[in-house]
């Protein structure tokens, strides 16, 4: 199979001791033979091309964890994938503000069931459900920020599955 190419979503990098360098990122990803790496914005985005295999997210994984001390989830999607992921346009007659900020939860497996996909008023609006993906808007906080209750939302969704949150310029940028 040819290689293709992929973006790598990290989990919880860049928070506190968790401090992962774009520069170290790049290198970690060349060692297990990636080809094209590079890094889009500081918080655990990588671009690269890998062939398609159903472990490359393990192989990635086991691959952080050797070069940087500490486990690391990721959350694969393929360029293409994500491509049309922007492409389905889920904000599409959203009202977008500066003070309402959208976001993708990607997950690594499916959305989790049991989780009721509710906003908070004046917190958090959930706009579209789809197979592996949530969209959501964070409403901006008067002291700055994302709200409490969707952070409390996203946390919960995290101990159910792997999954992580991206502003969605961050998805539009990947996706490029």
């Not at 691959?63 to 346009?89: K, N, Y």
Request: hydrophobic fraction near 50%; charged fraction near 15%; include cysteine.
């Amino acid at each position: 199979m040819k290689a293709e190419p992929h973006v790598a979503f990290l989990r919880g990098v860049n928070l506190g001791t968790r401090t992962v360098k774009s520069v170290e990122l790049v290198a970690a990803f060349a060692e297990l033979g990636f080809v094209g790496v590079k890094t889009l914005i500081a918080s655990g985005n990588v671009l690269f091309s890998a062939r398609p295999a159903k472990t490359l997210a393990a192989q990635i994984e086991a691959g952080l964890e050797a070069h940087f001390g500490f486990a690391i989830a990721v959350v694969l999607r393929t360029q293409v994938a994500m491509r049309a992921l922007v492409a389905s346009a889920p904000f599409a007659g959203v009202a977008l503000t500066d003070s309402a900020r959208p976001h993708g939860v990607l997950f690594a497996g499916g959305v989790p069931t049991g989780v009721p996909m509710v906003g908070v008023p004046g917190d958090y609006d959930v706009v579209r459900v789809d197979a592996r993906e949530i969209f959501l808007v964070a409403w901006r906080q008067p002291q700055g920020g994302i709200g409490k209750q969707v952070t409390k939302f996203l946390d919960g969704l995290n101990r159910k599955s792997v999954s992580t949150a991206r502003a969605w310029t961050t998805l539009c940028k990947a996706a490029a």
